[in-house]
């Protein structure tokens, strides 16, 4: 089992960039795929980036290609997750999630198993 802990959250006007980490603990996640979601109130959870364990296999939603970059440091069992041309509408809690597999990604909530409380991201206009 895998325990999985995001930070990085904030405040940041729009145009701005953060960068999320998920930091695993409990397993090494070589093994892990990971994925970043996002939620608003009142909407569903949705992917935002997913990643396989060895890192060959990449996902973005299209509201978040060429300006998010999910990318990973096995070493030290962080997943990231670089947001730059931040917008208004990125403005949600930021959920981190994993589960075993080594060479694909996942990209629907159901297909993960270990989930981070969350980080609000707040893009301000």
């Known amino acids: 089992q895998v325990h999985v802990v995001e930070s990085g959250g904030g405040l940041v006007q729009a145009g701005g960039s953060l960068r999320l980490s998920c930091a695993a603990s409990?397993?090494?996640?070589?093994?892990?795929?990971m994925g970043w979601f996002r939620q608003t109130p009142g909407k569903e959870r949705e992917i935002v980036a997913a990643?396989?364990?060895?890192?060959?296999?990449?996902y973005y939603a299209d509201s978040v290609k060429g300006r998010f970059t999910i990318s990973r440091d096995n070493a030290r069992d962080t997943v990231y997750l670089q947001m730059n041309s931040l917008k208004p509408e990125d403005t949600a809690e930021y959920y981190c999630a994993a589960r075993v597999s080594s060479f694909r990604h996942y990209i629907t909530e159901y297909e993960y198993d270990y989930w981070g409380q969350g980080t609000q991201v707040t893009v301000s206009s």
């Open positions: 409990g397993r090494t996640i070589g093994s892990y795929a």
């Open positions: 990643i396989s364990g060895n890192g060959g296999s990449t």
